[in-house]
């Protein structure tokens, strides 16, 4: 079965400095892995993915990922946290390739970034 | 280029009836999946349709049922609403063959009294 877990209900961060979030997945088969964003009364919007190359994936809004094989995770990074990145962060596993395959949410880590 | 509609934004329902949302996908894609987000918690996927078919379901029982028209647009329906039924519901659109993620809407807020 595949599942992701987001170890962290909150986290907490000052504008200007760097942000990790964190995910670990447990998934049969290879992990095809993404980070959304919810602002508040809206809905997912998607930041970025990994489903094969390079473990360092770039996305949106200057937010990054690293995937590791080894410790099963994939943190979402970013240098330098800005207040209107404030917002709900979920990571997401896909039982396959495609969209037609079912994807799995964590439960969501609250980003708050403090000027 | 509009994204995914989905109607009505607020909906408050009481216990046992029944309720029907709606969903326009993405210029573009013909795949709709419908999720349910508990307060607090992440999506919960609900099922899939494409082809005017429910491709997939996840672990929610009958009274939970849906429809997707000829322009691939969705409905979901509830039956017998119970205070638990009550969520922000997701709509998702995307081509299946892709491996990109979905475009999500905005939700609409069921609340059951």
């Known amino acids: 079965a595949q599942s992701v877990a987001q170890p962290e209900d909150q986290v907490n961060v000052a504008e200007g400095n760097p942000l990790t979030v964190k995910c670990t997945y447990s998934?049969?088969?290879?992990?095809?892995l993404f980070w959304y964003v919810q602002y508040p009364n809206r809905g997912l919007q998607f930041l970025l993915k990994y489903i094969t190359g390079d473990n360092l994936v770039k996305g949106s809004y200057g937010f990054e990922a690293e995937f590791n094989k080894s410790q099963t995770s994939f943190h979402l990074k970013k240098p330098s946290a800005l207040v209107s990145d404030s917002a709900l962060y979920f990571c997401?596993?896909?039982?396959?390739?495609?969209?037609?395959?079912?994807?799995?949410f964590g439960s969501g880590t609250k980003l708050n970034v403090k000027p | 280029d509009a994204g995914v509609t989905q109607s009505p934004t607020h909906l408050i329902k009481t216990r046992g009836q029944q309720v029907t949302l709606r969903c326009s996908p993405k210029?573009?894609?013909?795949?709709v999946s419908w999720y349910q987000q508990a307060l607090g918690q992440g999506p919960q996927f609900i099922f899939q349709?494409?082809?005017?078919?429910?491709?997939q379901r996840g672990n929610f029982p009958d009274r939970f049922s849906g429809h997707q028209f000829p322009n691939y647009s969705s409905e979901l329906n509830v039956n017998a609403l119970l205070l638990g039924d009550s969520a922000l519901y997701l709509c998702a659109s995307s081509t299946p063959r892709s491996s990109y993620g979905y475009t999500f809407g905005s939700g609409t807020r069921l609340t059951v009294v």
């Open positions: 349709y494409y082809e005017e078919e429910e491709r």
């Open positions: 210029s573009g894609h013909d795949t």
């Open positions: 997401a596993v896909r039982d396959g390739a495609y969209n037609f395959n079912k994807f799995y």
């Open positions: 998934v049969s088969g290879n992990p095809y």
